[in-house]
């Protein structure tokens, strides 16, 4: 068959991914802290942006706004998902009341004093000292150190690369590359860095920052320093393999590691590390008197902005060339998204947060044993969205209850097969379970995961010996041997 060139005319749909969808979908993952950030460059950047203004009708939920919702936890859901067609992502600014706008009164300065009042006092926060980090308090015994220019500059790169607990993780010939100097001179500033206080500081490893105290102490001898470099021997328990390597008695060796518990294996943890995030909850659970439970959005956490027509209409009128018409007809289109976009991810937020209060409603009667198995296909299916839609809201959001404070993703937890062919059981509860029977038990009966498994079916739960091992692991809880050991030597 000939090809030949021809025109067709076909019709299809396909999602087109604007620049202000994007940005849509972009705020559903951020966190409190991440959006109000955000916020904050937009209002620097789009001068028709303005801080909705804290009052008390500002407060108040409007008839159409969802702020708080009580329902009975049996009912389902009935509201209809929130999709954003591609008419809504074009701001109606022709429809815009703008006959009222007009120029702000200028201000009178004539009455202004030059002097300054007790509100120009900078506030008591701001006068506080800051912690000292770890890095200050060491570079100001670098400076005192009497080194040499080179040296210096040796021991300010090794201080950079110390971590929150005080170790030197990176590697010396690495470093000596990287600066242009030889091992040997890194590794002799690093010598006289490991002298700064605190004692243990500047350390590569455990065993050495343990070892920098005990010189210190003068009690780093021959059979220390065979225990410390057997320390895995010793988190194990093995107190007959550490006697002969060490070549003491019993006594002897509960005297060693006595002192081995009494020094600091992170000597940089006291000092301040910067300005440290507090969480906060994007939203509140409370139960109202009837049984039923009230869900409501962290207002403080949502910030609110709106577009400024009036100033949009004045500045319209003057702006006289091309690009500046440009400029703010594009300003006025992202600002009305902008606003758009923070309601649609409110909303969104609180239709996620009570589909899963719906669904988890045991837990916050009865605690984590009554988590049941909850996914992301669910809650997309009950609200009719979709599952990654749930995924970026469930990202970095936190819920707060009479129980604690909690991450949306928490409530997502795998299913494990009942026993008895009835409801499944949460994998999180399973593992609350494990630790209970673990923490409950006697030294002359001592669990091993064949007996916990055991245990766990009688209760109806259906799990394999590996999977209780792996739920034990990420407990961080030792093997049955292990806990035996300890609890035999007191270890």
Known sequence: ????????????????????????????????IELQEFIEAELERNPLLEREESSAEAKAPESGDAQALEFDSGAAPNEAALDVSVEDMTPDLAGADLADAGAAPATDWSKAS??????????????????????????????????????RMIGGVLIDALDDWGYMRADTRDMAMRIGATEADVLRVLAVCQGFEPTGVMARDIPECLALQLKERNRLDPAMEKLLANLDLLAKGHADRLMTICGVDRDDLADMIAEVRALTPKPGAGF????????????????????????????DTMPRVLMSQRYYATVSKTAKREEDKQFLTECAANASWLVKSLDQRAKTILKVAREIVRQQDAFFVHGVAHLRPLNLKTVAAAIEMHESTVSRVTSNKYLS????????????????????????????????QIKGLIDGEREEDILSDDRIVEILRERGIEIARRTVAKYRESLRIPSSVERKRKMARGI
């Open 114 to 151: 030059s002097g300054k009042s007790f509100d120009d006092l900078p506030g008591l926060e701001e006068t506080l000292a800051s912690d000292l980090s770890l890095s200050e308090h060491l570079d100001a015994q670098l400076t005192q150190a009497g080194l040499s220019p080179m040296d």
């Open 401 to 432: 209850c009479a129980r604690g404070l909690f991450e949306l993703k928490y409530f997502f937890t795998a299913s494990i097969s009942a026993a008895d062919g009835g409801e499944a059981h949460s994998a999180e509860a399973v593992r609350y």
């Open 272 to 299: 301040g590390g910067g300005v440290v995030q507090s969480v906060a909850p994007d939203v509140y659970i409370k139960q109202a008197p009837d049984g039923s439970w009230l869900v409501e959005l962290n207002t």
């Open 1 to 32: 068959m000939a090809m030949t060139p021809r025109l067709e005319m076909r019709q299809g749909q396909a999602l087109v991914m604007t620049p202000q969808l994007q940005q849509a979908i972009k705020l559903l993952q951020l966190s409190n």
